[in-house]
């Protein structure tokens, strides 16, 4: 008898790093099929960073691109999973965060009256303007999902709020952990030359800034925290992956010409950030997903914006919001380099974010929903946490 398939759709590269350990997950439990379904929002990407799992999508949607518009991206995914689902309609589809992706998913599968699990549901900034359009699509996906599985205790809250069942709802830890602690674990020689002969250089600090709102002007005052942070301590070094944005490359490339003891790379493959992130002293980023991972490396983060739907790791110490403004984050990165008590203790009490078996209680969690298992528990909460007042367990 052949299992029944689950579709996970991903069109990004984080949403494919967080599924892939739901895919490995699946196949080692048995009870269902994972079919990785790409939608079409960021093919290459998604192939790359499958890839570094040994995976690669089963189906690769053809999306037709021209105005580049959020409209369009929708429209065209929700038309070419709709015409995929009405001849193979899968058990159940898995989406995962904030994307297009995710909505047209969501929307989809809904339609078609194919249950929707939301991995990394409940994440709330509490502004749909910040991070726009993330905050509208997670709320949106948030009415149409089946079961809600929650990274942490606070996310899960969120959804009681809105008056969520709580019994759709299981706090599961982020399957991000997952991914960073297998792949990092492998010390693989890095793919791209420019890092491959790093040695012991120095403090590392790994700088992100790809979101959409830091380019500009933002972006040029935390080029300028850099080269003041560079000039300040001699012995550390940068290492800063750019977007492929042609205009945000030109940005930084000509904001720190010439300026030493700075790599500027291409996006790098997951593997080589994960072991930079790893080695990392220090990292400054705009990036959501590191702030989940960082703190499982003991690696503390000064988050470059003004807004964070990843409380958690503020509540818990190990992030701290700097914004983009020049001397709050020289101010910030000094305290740190200054002393490594300080730094050390941000990360003393662990990631709020998961123990690394997310993945596990996702696989498990989506078989219950069609009945082929019994409900795992909840992600263990520490009880000093501030986050567990009133936890879904």
């Not at 193979?88 to 297009?100: F, L, M, Y």
């Not at 509490?126 to 809600?148: C, K, Y």
């Not at 890092?195 to 830091?214: I, K, Q």
Request: aromatic share 4%; glycine share 8%; charged share 20%.
């Amino acid at each position: 008898m052949s299992l029944r398939e689950v579709h996970l759709i991903g069109g990004t590269r984080p949403e494919a790093v967080k599924l892939a350990p739901v895919a490995l997950a699946m196949r080692e439990a048995g009870l269902l099929r994972p079919i990785l379904l790409a939608s079409g929002q960021h093919p290459t990407m998604v192939t790359q960073a499958l890839a570094a799992f040994g995976l690669e999508p089963d189906i690769t949607l053809q999306v037709e691109r021209s105005t580049g518009s959020q409209a369009e991206l929708l429209t065209a995914m929700v038309r070419e999973l709709d015409e995929l689902w009405s001849v193979r309609t899968p058990a159940a589809v898995i989406v995962q965060g904030d994307t297009t992706t995710s909505l047209a998913g969501a929307l989809a599968a809904f339609w078609r009256r194919i249950p929707v699990v939301h991995l990394e549901a409940g994440l709330r900034s509490g502004d749909l303007e910040s991070p726009f359009p993330e905050e509208g699509n997670r709320r949106l996906v948030a009415q149409v999902a089946s079961l809600h599985l929650a990274p942490t205790p606070l996310a899960a809250m969120n959804l009681l709020d809105e008056k969520i069942n709580a019994a759709d709802v299981l706090i599961t830890g982020n399957t991000v952990v997952d991914a960073t602690l297998a792949v990092a674990g492998r010390k693989l020689p890095f793919e791209n030359p420019l890092l491959a002969d790093r040695g012991e250089a120095g403090r590392l600090v790994l700088v992100t800034a790809h979101r959409r709102e830091s380019w500009g002007e933002p972006l040029d005052r935390i080029l300028t925290a850099v080269k003041e942070l560079i000039a300040r301590y001699p012995d550390i070094e940068v290492v800063l992956p750019t977007h492929p944005n042609p205009a945000v490359r030109t940005q930084v490339e000509m904001a720190l010409a010439g300026v030493e003891r700075v790599t500027v790379t291409d996006p790098l493959p997951y593997p080589d950030l994960s072991r930079l992130l790893s080695e990392a002293y220090l990292v400054l980023t705009d990036s959501g997903g590191i702030q989940e991972e960082a703190p499982s490396f003991g690696v503390p983060a000064l988050v470059l914006r003004d807004v964070t739907e990843r409380v958690e790791s503020l509540h818990a110490g190990c992030a701290k919001l700097v914004g983009s403004d020049t001397a709050t984050i020289v101010k910030e990165a000094s305290a740190l380099l200054d002393s490594r008590v300080r730094r050390d203790a941000m990360t003393a009490g662990g990631n709020p974010y998961g123990d690394g078996l997310a993945a596990h209680r996702t696989a498990q969690a989506t078989a219950a929903l069609l009945g082929l298992a019994p409900f795992p528990d909840a992600m263990p909460v520490p009880q000093n946490s501030a986050l567990t007042s009133g936890a879904v367990a």
